[in-house]
C-alpha cells in the first residue's frame, strides 16, 4: 500500500512538472526570479560606457576590473529580458598612453585595434559572442577617448556591431535612439566639451586635417602622472602666466584655460617631466611631431605680454566655439567661457542634457544617457511643456588609479556601473530608468526614475 502510494505520488510530481514547464527559475540578475516563461519580453536596454579596454594592460585604464566585466557581459548574454546593449563611448582608449609611448609602434591602426583586442580578449570574445547570437540588439557609439577609431578598425574588433555615428566625415560623434524609442537619446557626452569635442582647423600648420582635441595631450600627460609616479611636492610647477588685457575677451578665455591646466598640473595629474622636454610622441591623429608640455599651456608673449600658445592658439573666440559646436552637430550654443570651466566641473556637461535635448524647442527626447564624465547619476529635469524628463549618465568601468604602487585597494566595490531601461511590458511608454554598480559580482540599485513618455 505504501509503495502504490509512493508510485503514485511520483507519478503525480513527473505530470504536474511536465505540465508546469512555463514555470522558470531564473538566478539570472537581469531577469525575473520566478514567472511565467509566456510573459518574459525582451524588452530592456543595458547601456555601459568608459570601459577604456587599453592596449597595454601595463599602463590601461581597466585591468582589475576585466575580470568582473567578463562576468557582468556573460549575465548581459544569458538573460532573457534584455533587448539591446549599448556601449556608450570610450570602449576603447587611444588616448592614455604614456607621452614617450609611440602610439602605433609605427604600424597602422588597425594593429593597435587587433592588439587591444588580444590584450582583451574574453572581453571581446564575450561581446562579439552575444553579436553573434543575434538575441541581443549590441551597439557602439564613440567616445573622445577612441574619436579617432574608424568605422573599419571597429568593426575588426567587432564584427557587426551597430554604430551609432552622426555622418562618416564625423565618425568621432554619434547619436543612438533605440529602437522604437525616439524618445531616448543616448551618446558619449563629449561633444559639448571644450576640452574633449573634435577640433577641426585648430593645428593645421602642424597637423592638417587633424581634429584631436586638446584634451588629447591631457590624458598623455595624465598617463604619466600615474606610471611615473611623484609626489605633489616634487611636481613640476606650472610656469606664472598673467592677463594683462583683462578688456579683450579672447586673453580673457586663454586665461581661464591656463586657469583650469594649472589646477590640473599641480593638483591632479602632477608629473616630475621637464614641461621643455619634448616628450609626447605623436603619430595618430595626423600629428607627426613630438611635442612639450609648454607647447600646449598658454604663456604670455615675450613681445607684446599677451597670452599666447603653440597649439590650439585661435581656439578662444566665441565665434570659433560657434563653429566648432556646429560642426560637433550641437544644436544650441553655449558661452566659450562657461565650456571652458565646464571640463573640469562637469555638471555644465550633465545639464547640457537639458539644454541640448529637454529645452530645446524642436527635440521631442525625454530620457538622456551620457557617459564621459565617470560620475554615475540620475537627474531630473523639466521640459518646455513642463513634462518631467530624465537624464542618467552610466559612470565608468576603469580602475581606481593610485599613484601609491603599495597601497591596497578593493577594486571590487569601485566603479562598474552601468543604466538598465526597464520599459513596462504593458504599456512600453511606461519606462523605469535604473543606475546600477557592480558591487563584488552583485548588481546593487543606487538610484531610479520612473518616466512616462507618453505625456
Not at 531577469?31 to 525582451?42: A, H, L, Y
Not at 610656469?239 to 588685457?245: D, E, F, K, M, R
Request: glycine share 6%; charged share 20%; with cysteine.
Amino acid at each position: 500500500m505504501k509503495k502504490s502510494s509512493f508510485l503514485l505520488l511520483l507519478f503525480a510530481s513527473v505530470f504536474i512538472s511536465c505540465g508546469s514547464s512555463h514555470n522558470v527559475v531564473s538566478d539570472n540578475p537581469f531577469d525575473p526570479s520566478t514567472g511565467n516563461s509566456d510573459s518574459i519580453v525582451r524588452n530592456k536596454i543595458v547601456v555601459i560606457s568608459d570601459l577604456h579596454l587599453g592596449n597595454d594592460l601595463s599602463y590601461s585604464e581597466d585591468v582589475k576590473h576585466l575580470s568582473r566585466l567578463k562576468q557582468f557581459l556573460n549575465e548581459v548574454r544569458s538573460s532573457a529580458t534584455i533587448k539591446e546593449l549599448v556601449i556608450a563611448g570610450d570602449m576603447f582608449d587611444e588616448w592614455y598612453i604614456p607621452t614617450r609611448t609611440n602610439t602605433y609602434d609605427n604600424k597602422s591602426q588597425a594593429d593597435f585595434v587587433k592588439k587591444t583586442v588580444v590584450a582583451n580578449q574574453s572581453i571581446f570574445n564575450v561581446i562579439n559572442g552575444i553579436i553573434g547570437d543575434k538575441k541581443i540588439k549590441v551597439t557602439y557609439i564613440p567616445g573622445n577617448h577612441d574619436m579617432g577609431f574608424t568605422p573599419e578598425n571597429v568593426d575588426i574588433a567587432m564584427p557587426g556591431v551597430n554604430q551609432a555615428r552622426d555622418s562618416k566625415d564625423k565618425y568621432g560623434i554619434g547619436t543612438y535612439n533605440p529602437d522604437g524609442y525616439p524618445q531616448i537619446a543616448i551618446e558619449h557626452g563629449h561633444r559639448y566639451d571644450f576640452f574633449c569635442s573634435l577640433t577641426p582647423n585648430a593645428n593645421d600648420a602642424e597637423a592638417p586635417g587633424a581634429v584631436l582635441a586638446p584634451g588629447y595631450f591631457f590624458a598623455r600627460i595624465a598617463a604619466n602622472s600615474f606610471t611615473d609616479p611623484t609626489t605633489h611636492d616634487d611636481a613640476t610647477k606650472v610656469p606664472v602666466t598673467v592677463l594683462n588685457n583683462q578688456n579683450d575677451p579672447e586673453q580673457y578665455s586663454k586665461y581661464i584655460y591656463y586657469g583650469l591646466w594649472k589646477k590640473v598640473l599641480e593638483d591632479v595629474i602632477y608629473v616630475k617631466d621637464d614641461f621643455d622636454a619634448k616628450i609626447i610622441t605623436t603619430n595618430v591623429g595626423h600629428y607627426t611631431k613630438t611635442y612639450s608640455i609648454n607647447d600646449v599651456l598658454p604663456h604670455n608673449s615675450t613681445t607684446d605680454g599677451s597670452i599666447q600658445m603653440n597649439l590650439y592658439n585661435g581656439l578662444f573666440t566665441q565665434n570659433n566655439w560657434d563653429n566648432r559646436e556646429q560642426y560637433n552637430n550641437a544644436p544650441i550654443m553655449t558661452n566659450i567661457n562657461d565650456a571652458i570651466k565646464g571640463s573640469l566641473a562637469t555638471s555644465f556637461i550633465d545639464d547640457q542634457s537639458d539644454n541640448q535635448y529637454f529645452r530645446n524647442s524642436q527635440s521631442g527626447v525625454r530620457l538622456v544617457i551620457f557617459g564621459h564624465t565617470h560620475i554615475p547619476m540620475i537627474k531630473t529635469y523639466k521640459n518646455l511643456k513642463g513634462s518631467t524628463c530624465v537624464y542618467a549618465n552610466s559612470g565608468t568601468w576603469e580602475d581606481y588609479k593610485s599613484r601609491d604602487k603599495s597601497k591596497v585597494i578593493e577594486q571590487d566595490s569601485m566603479n562598474m556601473t552601468f543604466v538598465v531601461v526597464s520599459p513596462m511590458k504593458t504599456n512600453k511608454k511606461k519606462l523605469q530608468v535604473g543606475l546600477y554598480q557592480y558591487r563584488f559580482g552583485k548588481h546593487f540599485l543606487t538610484d531610479s526614475k520612473s518616466l512616462d513618455i507618453s505625456e
